[in-house]
């Protein structure tokens, strides 16, 4: 059977218990745990809070930087009432694979770390008892893995984890895990998508069941007030005078979706759920049928302490930092992140470019900044013996991502790679099946895109033909002239735009990312490199090219906060491109785009 991917709820028919809290933890470098059965119980474990990556709680660098295999372990309480339902384990994410045990039964694995899976384990659990959980994750990158790098082997035989990416690869149980119980026959999948006519919305859905009972939709009003019903596993609800979904003016409706059996309820779920509508037409974004000039930033899920473990107050004071600076729209980079941060956007109508972990697919080691130098290493990545492996790797994300987040209002296009080498012999025939398959996939047919790498040009990129909307990460300025030649710099971006321009075929660009690293606190008159005062300059010369051009739709400065990556001469405890320090308090920058952003109208350049 299909695991389902909805969001647990409770309801008339459903219960979600967390067991987030204090779990056990064990590393294991010779891999010989299962053979040694830990699964009856950890042999000599710590504490591990969850959810959390385990990296940085250490203060031994050895546990820190761990690759390879390592454990989780807690027990759980099944009530005897739950018996004869289904008895499910759901986890928000486990980087970057796991495999789930229960009473030392094997439940379920799941390859990448950045997207839910559960384990159905009503036949090994035990009724009014504690159960053991165990679960199994190892860190390791590879080539065809999502994301892409490396692992090596020190002499002193530790494994490190070598990314071809600039983020910290943090590890863990870093989102919630729950358990659940859910009635035999249940909903497994329910699908929106939004017409406008006039002052009314079409609400066209689908249902997806396990079994053959009938199922109906009722929609309710922010005040709880019935607005819509329909019945049958497909159809369509009519709003009248529908309150549309718009940026920093969410509106969100409450579908709840039953399986009926006569006046019995067999299943009943519900969502929140904004209605809008979002489509690329005439060069611009157009949400609602009007345009919208896209702002924001590249993130990450990355907090001090915590890793990418999911923290509500980290994702609350990011929230209200974006609004604060006016902000409409963000990018997952370089990954889908927790559910409960979509359920936020949608709360606070802001909008996502919703991206799958397809980053690193550059042939070179340190790739994100060798490739954008055009070293002469050899750059072609779809033309491995291992990329028919990688290819099916993105495909099982690009699904999950889109079957997770498909009636998120706030989530408004996929971003299928970033940074990719796309300028090679096997490009097309990598993208193309994914493309399609977000189409396939999405019945919003949002809109589909990729972050296109400074070293691929208008002339040289296979991959932008596929493109809905052309995304840009630019550094005019920071990687390339930056300094006392940026004049020379914004003379070559203004030549690179006129390329695009050639090529863009009526689509918008927009940048998802420009940025250059900046010490906070670090002042010097005239500016230098990683001065409060040259980011603002780096900024100001990027937005004047922007503002130049009316095919320009959108901006996303690269990055929200400053961030951990591996260390190396690139980084300084991390990547500073920060326009808020990693605890969220402002650069001089942020001043900056506060007054720029809060002075653009929505529809800028309409
Ligand atoms: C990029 C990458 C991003 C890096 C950024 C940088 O192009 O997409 O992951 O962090 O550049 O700061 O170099």
Known sequence: MKHSLLYPVNSASRRAVSLDGMWKFQFDPQSTGLASGWTKGLPDPVSMPVPSSFCDLFTDKDSREYCGDFWYETDFFVPGEWQGSDIVLRFGSATHRARVFVNGTEVASHEGGFLPFSADVTDVVRYNTRNRLSVLLNNELHEYTLPAGETAVLKNGKKVAAPYFDFYNYAGLQRPVKLLCLPQEQIVDFTVSHRLCGEDAEVDYTVETNGSHDCTVEVYDADGRPVASAAGRAGTLHIAGARLWNVHAAYLYTFVVRIVDGGRVVDEYSEKIGIRTFEVKDGHFLLNGKPIYLRGFGKHEDADLRGRGLDLVTVKRDFECMK???????????????????????????????????????????????????????????????????????????????????????????????????????????????????????????????????????????????????????????????????????????????????????????????????????????????????????????????????????????????????????????NKKGIFTRQRQPKDAAFHFRARWTALPDDYKA
Not at 363 to 378: D, I, P, R, T, V
Not at 524 to 529: D, E, F, G, T
């Open 324 to 574: 604060w600076i006016g902000a409409n729209c963000f990018r997952t980079s370089h990954y889908p992140y927790a559910d409960e941060i979509y359920q936020m956007a949608d709360e606070e109508g802001f909008l996502i470019i919703d991206e799958v972990p397809a980053v690193g697919f550059f042939e070179s080691l340190m790739n994100f900044a060798a490739a954008s130098q055009g070293n002469g290493k050899a750059l072609g990545y779809f033309e491995k013996e291992t990329t028919p492996t990688l290819l099916e790797n993105h495909k099982q994300a690009l699904t999950e991502m889109i079957t997770r987040d498909k009636n998120h209002a706030s989530v408004i296009a996929w971003s299928i790679l970033n940074e990719p080498q796309c300028t090679s012999e096997g490009t097309e025939a990598y993208f193309k099946p994914l493309f399609d398959l977000a189409r396939e996939l999405d019945a919003q047919k949002r809109p589909r895109t990729y972050a296109i790498i400074m070293h691929s040009t208008p002339e040289t990129s296979r991959g932008q033909q596929f493109a809905d909307f052309i995304s840009l990460n630019r550094y005019y300025g920071w990687y390339a002239m930056g300094g006392n030649s940026i004049s020379d710099a914004e003379e070559a971006f203004r030549e690179e735009m006129d390329g695009w321009n050639q090529v863009r075929r009526g689509r918008p660009v927009i940048f998802t990312e420009y940025g250059a690293d900046t010490l906070a606190g670090e002042h010097k008159l005239p500016s230098v490199m990683w001065s409060q005062e040259y980011q603002n300059e780096y900024l100001d010369m990027n937005h004047r090219v922007f503002d130049s051009y009316d095919f320009v739709q959108g901006e996303l400065v690269w990055n929200f906060a400053d961030f951990q990556t591996t260390e190396g001469i690139m980084r300084v405890n991390g």
